[in-house]
DNA sequence: TCAAAAAGTGACGACTTGTCAATAATGGAG
DNA sequence: CTCCATTATTGACAAGTCGTCACTTTTTGA
């Protein structure tokens, strides 16, 4: 019984073993190629198995696709997590400016997670992929949200924040991932930034998003607080990043 | 010499009746099967022209893409300017609620062109389009930059606004930018918003934008005017949006 | 040892995109 | 009106996709 157990365990071990190796091969293929460049007869013949096999892991192209981008989320929320978890945090908001280093550091560490996240929304990929998959992605968003919303309701607990009427928590969250996410497709995929006049759009970022909730009356207020300092701290203490 | 020049005429008409027809047939089947359902086969049996004819027409899949891209912008360039010179302004930060009006019936308007343009951002279309097409895009994204930018001129020479130590004109513009570029983007692929927490999130949209415009103290701010009603005002009188 | 079950294979059909020799239409010149 | 050069159009073709499934090989447990 030992020994069968433990043969069940080998092989499911090997399959696994295989299907990281074929998920790493197709994270490489996708940032060298691109999207449109992967294909399932590369992957087959790198991995020296037969098209047939491959297909056995990852039913279509597109469920490799979302496999990869559900890689990138789980990166992202624990990145989250740890930011938000941060014992420096002094304020409420100080604890907002640490998930937003959090978000900076995912890209800036994992650009080939963060472009795949963008693939999956523009490529109407959706529909080709299983329902278990899919869902996998909502929880993970849904999760992302919790931490930021539950960092925004600890505010409203503490007095630094009040909501305007008719605003909810997730509307304020929502504007902060709108400004990360738009900022961040907006410098992968325009070259001549620089040309145009924004030579720094990282720090035009932040203080957009300073100045974001600075409009909310979330103090305390960037005027009176380098939130800049916060976000390199976090980015040295949580992310080990100089 | 008349005649000849009739007939020269007559058949670059037909050409660009024709490649507007192609553009067309090719927008309409985008909207309906997406990027990767778009087919130069398709195409070709619709127009009940050869494949090789339209192959003279765009060099390949992509410039038809960054074609229809280029029609965005300039669609959006248009209503831009529209906003951009409002008469019922009756402040600078009225006219940028304008735009941002502008930005909001462009999507709503044409869903289709705004997925055209996440389209060309994700996929790695650059590589194979021709220098030309891709400089049109460049102009145009920075003729719109151009409009807004000298909006927020405008505001900083009537003492409206005062920019931060360290930040240009063209920061403001890129958080902006990247507000509404991440909604719309969001709200486009997300399906489950409201499941989320998220029940209108144009609402949120607007609601952040204003606030990321208090936070660099463009006044009047909008706890002092309901800027909410600027833009309803401006899909009326300028997009005729009741 | 051996048969049944599981795993792996790759030729195949149906689709792509893009090319290019061959064919058809056109437009002056005589 | 004829005729030929130029230009426009064609569609078979090469080379590449994806996903399938009858087949072969390996593994497994009695």
Not at 59 to 72: F, G, Q, R, S, T
Not at 113 to 123: A, C, G, K, L, T
Request: with cysteine; aromatic share 8%.
């Amino acid at each position: 019984m030992a020994t069968l157990d433990q043969k069940i365990t080998r092989k499911e071990r090997e399959r696994q073993e295989r299907e990281e190796k074929i998920l790493e091969l197709a994270r490489t293929m996708l940032r060298e190629v691109g999207y449109l460049g992967l294909s399932m007869d590369r992957i087959a013949a790198e991995m020296e198995y037969s098209k047939g096999t491959i297909y056995q892991h990852f039913c279509n192209k597109e469920e490799i696709i979302l496999a990869l981008a559900n890689e990138a989320l789980e990166k992202r929320l624990e990145m989250f997590e740890a930011a938000a978890t941060w014992s420096g945090a002094e304020t409420s908001r100080d604890r907002m400016a640490a998930i937003g280093a959090a978000a900076e550091e995912f890209v800036e560490r994992y650009p080939q997670h963060f472009s795949v996240e963008q693939i999956v929304r523009s490529s109407s990929i959706w529909e080709k992929t299983s329902e278990e998959r899919r869902q996998f992605m909502q929880v993970c968003e849904g999760r992302c949200m919790a931490i930021v919303s539950g960092v925004v309701r600890e505010a409203l607990a503490q007095g630094d924040l009040e909501l305007p009427a008719g605003r909810s928590v997730e509307d304020l969250v929502f504007g902060l991932w709108s400004l990360n996410f738009g900022a961040y497709t907006i410098i992968t995929s325009s070259e001549a930034l620089e040309e145009i006049g924004i030579a720094d759009p990282i720090a035009a970022l932040r203080q957009s998003q300073n100045f974001m909730l600075d409009g909310y009356r979330w103090r305390p207020l960037s005027s009176e607080h380098d939130f800049n300092e916060t976000f390199d701290q976090v980015k040295r203490e949580v992310f080990g990043n100089g």
